[in-house]
């Protein structure tokens, strides 16, 4: 069994800086993909950001130039760097990851924007 952890959510003033953590503990010998997803109220689960075994990234529109996915495959670990937050990113935080075929989601971080 894997289990997800995260971490590092929070309430941020606009324009403030969190970092998002996830950890993958159990039966995993390394992360494929991972990647971090949002939900907001009343809206769809989305994408934020990707990145692939090889350390290639993909971000929503909405997030480009100010997140950045990263991961450290010795801790089996992904991150999310969030700088100059806006209101509009508030929302549940799902860490995702993809080991051994299998797909994984951690139970979410909450994350508001607001002054």
């Known amino acids: 069994q894997v289990r997800l952890v995260e971490s590092g959510g929070g309430l941020v003033q606009p324009g403030g800086s969190l970092r998002l953590s996830c950890l993958a503990s159990?039966?995993?010998?390394?992360?494929?993909?991972g990647g971090w997803y949002r939900q907001a109220p009343g809206k769809q689960r989305e994408m934020v950001a990707v990145?692939?075994?090889?350390?290639?990234?993909n971000y929503a529109d909405s997030v480009k130039g100010r997140f950045t996915i990263s991961r450290d495959n010795a801790k089996n670990s992904v991150y999310l760097q969030m700088n100059s937050l806006k209101p509009e990113d508030t929302a549940v935080y799902y860490c995702?990851?993809?080991?051994?075929?299998?797909?994984?989601w951690g139970q979410g971080t909450q994350v508001t924007v607001s002054s």
């Open positions: 990145i692939n075994s090889g350390g290639s990234t």
């Open positions: 159990g039966s995993i010998s390394s992360i494929n993909t």
């Open positions: 995702n990851i993809w080991a051994a075929l299998r797909n994984y």
